[in-house]
T-cell receptor, first 109, second 117 residues
Framework: RKEVEQDPGPFNVPEGATVAFNCTYS??????FFWYRQDCRKEPKLLMS?????NEDGRFTAQLNRASQYISLLIRDSKLSDSATYLC??????????WGAGTKLIIKP | DVKVTQSSRYLVKRTGEKVFLECVQD?????MFWYRQDPGLGLRLIYF???????EKGDIPEGYSVSREKKERFSLILESASTNQTSMYLC????????????????FGNGTRLTVT
């Protein structure tokens, strides 16, 4: 089993819809969590950190479920520009960063 | 804003050549990283460094070496390039993480797409 798992997608979603995807992690002692977005042939860029109580940044909401060992990302009112690959990253108890392989999101007009 | 600069966007090298990939960051970050990214495999850590002259092997160090002579600069060296090292190489930096500073995310350079023929 991979340490950090994501559905590779692609998720094909109409513009304006709400979309959510999860990322599961295997190490219950994981310390911190992030979502990155990566556009085609570009570098990953930090989208948001994920805090224990959940956090929101505009149309984006991140949640952490420690009991079930997953984090989620919800995008409301999706825009064409949200099309990208979303990478989940988990910092484990040894402070090492473990990357998911990413979920591809395609927003269609 | 953190700026991480990689010296080349695209490189084409021949098998057996020695290849240097340079990375510079301007935010006085302690940590620096080299990853490669291949379709379907995600980001894989090659080497990282948490201080000048310090280096640690990542998940796939074979065929690579690194150098960190100055805090702001972290170089990746392919001693003898091979075709299976054709990939996208990404440099990143971050603050040193600790229990009190766990949310220190990585900041990436814009990548070097290396082709070895």
């Amino acid at each position: 089993r991979k340490e950090v798992e994501q559905d590779p997608g692609p998720f094909n979603v109409p513009e304006g819809a709400t979309v959510a995807f999860n990322c599961t992690y295997s190490n219950s002692a994981s310390q911190s969590f992030f979502w990155y977005r990566q556009d085609c042939r570009k570098e990953p860029k930090l989208l948001m950190s994920v805090y224990s109580s959940g956090n929101e940044d505009g149309r984006f909401t991140a949640q952490l479920n420690r009991a079930s060992q997953y984090i989620s990302l919800l995008i409301r009112d999706s825009k064409l520009s949200d099309s990208a690959t979303y990478l989940c990253v988990v910092r484990d108890s040894n402070y090492q960063l473990i990357w998911g392989a990413g979920t591809k999101l395609i927003i269609k007009p | 804003d953190v700026k991480v600069t990689q010296s080349s966007r695209y490189l084409v090298k021949r098998t057996g050549e020695k290849v240097f990939l340079e990375c510079v960051q301007d935010m006085d970050h302690e940590n620096m990283f080299w990853y490669r990214q291949d379709p379907g495999l995600g980001l894989r850590l090659i080497y990282f460094s948490y201080d000048v002259k310090m280096k640690e092997k990542g998940d796939i160090p074979e065929g690579y070496s690194v150098s960190r002579e100055k805090k702001e600069r972290f170089s990746l060296i392919l001693e003898s390039a091979s075709t299976n090292q054709t990939s996208m190489y990404l440099c990143a930096s971050s603050l040193l993480y600790s229990p009190g500073r766990q949310n220190s995310p990585l900041h990436f350079g814009n990548g070097t797409r290396l082709t070895v023929t």
